[in-house]
């Protein structure tokens, strides 16, 4: 269902932006990108960035709980995805980080929360290590940390990436979503809505090069050891699905011992009812269990081992 902003934001040959009642949305300008910005709520300033392929509209229902406590709600369609046009859909590593860096800028916002999911948290990932203080307190979704240790047990969690990165333009992604990512079947509604936007071929055409210029070389820096050598401060809380096949309690605890080596305060907690799609498979407590963290008081101890949570 299109939105009335529709035909005064986008050209009309675009695809209609699917229905989310009580969200406002406008473009942001900044060099060489026009990014949609979806936005809900009045308060401290939450920015939530998307999975793939996923956009906005990932946080239809997560985004408007977040709000209801009080807190502005961002939800930008990042280069390459959604309703955002850029002068070149191709990126490096750092793209969407200075992207963001530059819509933050651009709003007024020096600090902010952060929620992401998927591929928009390698980006969460790197505003956090490289720019901690725009960051306030992060949660991050159904992605392991940038410190933990590569072992063959973690292969099967990278089973999905030759689809993207060997993607062929009109090639269909609908396998994305299917029973080994989410908890239940998603209603054909809902994944039309989610792909909706690779009808743009500029967009279609930026899967390939999101995961060969920036999946690709973060991974082989998480590889490296490179954020092991680092330290984050940005109190983070890591969130997986109870039944995520490829992430869960018993590999998170073999591949992230010791975190107190690599981090100030970090939480591991999981959600019932809920795989890799969790905003889909359970929305309410996705904005629970992030508010939960979002909201804990500033005066928290950190540092240490008495500082690491394993849910």
Same mark, same amino acid.
């Given at each position: 269902m299109?939105?009335?902003q529709h035909?005064?934001?986008? #050209?009309?040959?675009?695809?209609?932006?699917?229905?989310?009642?009580?969200?406002?949305?406008?473009?942001?300008?900044?060099?060489?990108?026009?990014?949609?910005?979806?936005?809900?709520g009045?308060?401290?300033?939450v920015?939530?960035?998307?999975?793939?392929p996923?956009?906005?509209? /990932?946080?239809?229902?997560?985004?408007?709980?977040? +709000?209801?406590?009080?807190?502005?709600?961002?939800?930008?369609?990042?280069?390459?995805?959604?309703?955002?046009?850029?002068?070149?859909?191709?990126?490096?590593?750092?793209?969407?980080l /200075?992207?963001?860096?530059?819509?933050?800028?651009?709003?007024?916002?020096a600090?902010?929360?952060?929620?992401?999911?998927?591929?928009?948290a390698?980006?969460?990932?790197?505003?956090?290590?490289?720019h901690?203080?725009?960051?306030?307190?992060?949660? /991050?979704?159904?992605? #392991?940390? +940038?410190?933990?240790?590569?072992?063959?047990?973690?292969?099967p969690?990278?089973?999905?990436?030759?689809?993207?990165?060997?993607?062929?333009?009109g090639?269909?992604?609908?396998g994305?979503?299917?029973?080994?990512?989410?908890?239940?079947?998603?209603p054909?509604?809902?994944?039309?809505?989610h792909?909706a936007p690779?009808?743009?071929?500029?967009i279609?055409?930026?899967?390939?090069?999101a995961?060969?210029?920036?999946?690709?070389?973060?991974?082989?820096?998480?590889?490296?050891?490179?954020?092991?050598r680092?330290?984050?401060?940005?109190?983070?809380?890591?969130?997986?699905?109870?039944e995520?096949?490829?992430?869960?309690?018993?590999?998170?605890?073999?591949?992230?011992?010791h975190?107190?080596?690599?981090?100030?305060?970090v939480?591991? +907690?999981?959600v019932?009812?809920?795989?890799?799609?969790?905003?889909?498979? +359970?929305?309410?407590?996705?904005?629970?269990?992030?508010?939960?963290?979002?909201?804990q008081?500033?005066?928290?101890?950190?540092?240490?081992?008495?500082a690491?949570?394993?849910?």
């Open positions: 299109d939105t009335p035909d005064t934001l986008f #050209p009309a040959e675009w695809p209609a932006l699917p229905d989310a009642p009580g969200f406002t949305h406008s473009i942001v300008e900044t060099p060489g990108l026009r990014t949609h910005l979806a936005e809900i009045e308060g401290d300033p920015l939530l960035l998307h999975g793939c996923e956009h906005w509209w /990932q946080w239809e229902t997560v985004a408007p709980l977040v +709000a209801a406590r009080g807190y502005r709600v961002l939800c930008p369609d990042l280069r390459g995805a959604g309703w955002t046009a850029a002068a070149d859909e191709h990126m490096d590593r750092e793209t969407r /200075q992207d963001i860096l530059a819509i933050l800028d651009e709003l007024g916002i600090r902010a929360h952060l929620l992401s999911h998927d591929l928009g390698l980006t969460a990932m790197q505003l956090s290590y490289e901690p203080e725009r960051v306030r307190r992060a949660v /991050q979704l159904s992605v #392991p940390p +940038a410190f933990m240790a590569f072992s063959l047990r973690t292969l969690g990278f089973k999905h990436l030759p689809a993207f990165l060997f993607h062929r333009p090639a269909s992604l609908r994305t979503f299917s029973s080994e990512y989410a908890a239940r079947p998603l054909d509604a809902v994944i039309d809505a792909l690779l009808r743009r071929p500029e279609d055409r930026a899967i390939r090069s995961s060969r210029r920036l999946i690709v070389p973060e991974g082989l820096r998480m590889t490296a050891g490179v954020y092991r680092r330290r984050l401060t940005v109190p983070t809380r890591f969130v997986y699905g109870r995520d096949r490829f992430w869960n309690e018993a590999i998170m605890r073999r591949i992230c011992r975190p107190e080596r690599y981090a100030d305060r939480d591991f +907690a999981y019932d009812g809920a795989s890799h799609f969790m905003t889909d498979d +359970a929305p309410g407590a996705v904005a629970d269990v992030a508010l939960e963290w979002i909201e008081d500033a005066g928290a101890p950190t540092g240490g081992p008495e690491i949570r394993w849910g």
